[in-house]
């Protein structure tokens, strides 16, 4: 495996997800743009990837790495730091009555 492939794959997706769940979190609150990072904003970073970045799938598949494989990785990384956001909100949440 390549970590530092994997790595940067993550970035580059999250790059077009982290704009769409702020905006989704300052239209929606924030509850929804957690949510949205982990959900709905990653199909977002596909997309996005997929249509500015595209040739760089082949770089990918050369260390073999598969698009559904390394679109899993970003999903799960996602999921993982869409929990500790949640964890902080709510421990804020309760501290500040929110």
Do not use: R
Not at 78 to 83: C, E, F, K, T
């Amino acid at each position: 495996m390549t970590p530092k492939a994997t790595i940067k794959y993550f970035w580059d997706v999250n790059m077009f997800t982290i704009p769409f769940s702020i905006l989704q979190g300052i239209v929606f609150g924030v509850k929804l743009g957690i949510i949205s990072f982990a959900s709905f904003g990653v199909l977002i970073g596909l997309l996005g990837f997929h249509l500015f970045k595209k040739h760089e799938y082949y770089a990918y598949y050369n260390l073999g790495l598969t698009k559904v494989h390394l679109a899993k990785k970003v999903w799960f990384i996602n999921i993982g730091i869409a929990a500790v956001m949640w964890g902080i909100y709510l421990i804020v949440g309760s501290c500040l009555n929110i």
